[in-house]
């Protein structure tokens, strides 16, 4: 059963550092790993999405890797801004599931001005 | 092309009542997945429809239903409401994107059971 675990469950840094968020999964049998952002309240946005074929993938200052073989992804976001603070999840999509996705807890991120 | 949209954004109910939900999946579309978002188990799939059929159901108990229509918009629904129903109700269509499937999310329902 694929499981999804995000560390760390928090993180508060200054603003401008570079900083990264992890993502493992057990499975590595998975047609693809999105990040999606979450503000307090708010739905999901999609950040980036990963396919099992590819390795990273990149969109501003947001740069998204994926390990498969490991069951490990990062989220590196480079210099950090306070409107970067919300919470971060990772899903991944198992090949046995129609593309439903199996969700991480999520690491809440605040940016400190 | 408009987005997966959802009706209504919030909703108040009390314990006992029912309540549907309303998904309109981006244009094309023909798989709708619903999700409840709960601040204790996080995310979790309930079921995914596909062509007016259910495709895929998760772990949530007999009180959770839904169908989809002809055009593809779906429908959740939740009889006799329990405190811990109160959630976000995320829906998302599955499409071809730049680099593959993937699932497009709605602004979700916000449910609150008094």
């Known amino acids: 059963k694929q499981e999804v675990t995000q560390i760390p469950a928090a993180l508060s840094v200054p603003e401008g550092e570079n900083l990264v968020l992890n993502c493992s999964f057990t499975?590595?049998?998975?047609?693809?790993l999105q990040w999606f952002r979450q503000d307090p309240g708010k739905g999901l946005t999609s950040l980036l999405l990963?396919?099992?074929s590819q390795r990273e993938q990149t969109s501003g200052r947001l740069n998204a890797s994926l390990d498969k073989s490991s069951g490990r992804s990062t989220l590196y976001i480079a210099a950090s801004q306070p409107g970067d603070s919300a919470t971060y999840l990772c899903?991944?999509?198992?090949?046995?599931?129609?593309?439903?996705?199996?969700w991480g807890a999520g690491t809440k991120l605040i940016i400190k001005p | 092309k408009a987005g997966v949209t959802q009706t209504p954004r919030y909703l108040i109910k009390t314990r006992g009542q029912q309540v549907t939900l309303s998904c309109s999946p981006i244009?094309?579309?023909?798989?709708v997945s619903w999700y409840q978002q709960t601040p204790g188990q996080g995310l979790q799939f309930l079921f995914e429809?596909?062509?007016?059929?259910?495709?895929n159901k998760g772990n949530f108990p007999g009180r959770f239903s839904g169908r989809q229509f002809s055009n593809s918009r779906s429908e959740m629904n939740v009889s006799t409401l329990e405190l811990g129903d109160s959630a976000l109700y995320l829906c998302?269509?599955?499409?071809?994107?730049?680099?593959?499937?993937?699932?497009?999310f709605g602004p979700g329902t916000r449910l609150t059971v008094l």
């Open positions: 899903a991944v999509a198992p090949l046995d599931s129609n593309y439903q996705l199996i």
């Open positions: 429809y596909f062509s007016e059929t259910q495709r």
């Open positions: 244009s094309g579309h023909r798989s």
């Open positions: 998302a269509s599955l499409g071809l994107a730049g680099s593959g499937i993937e699932q497009f």
């Open positions: 990963i396919q099992s």
């Open positions: 499975d590595s049998a998975i047609y693809n």
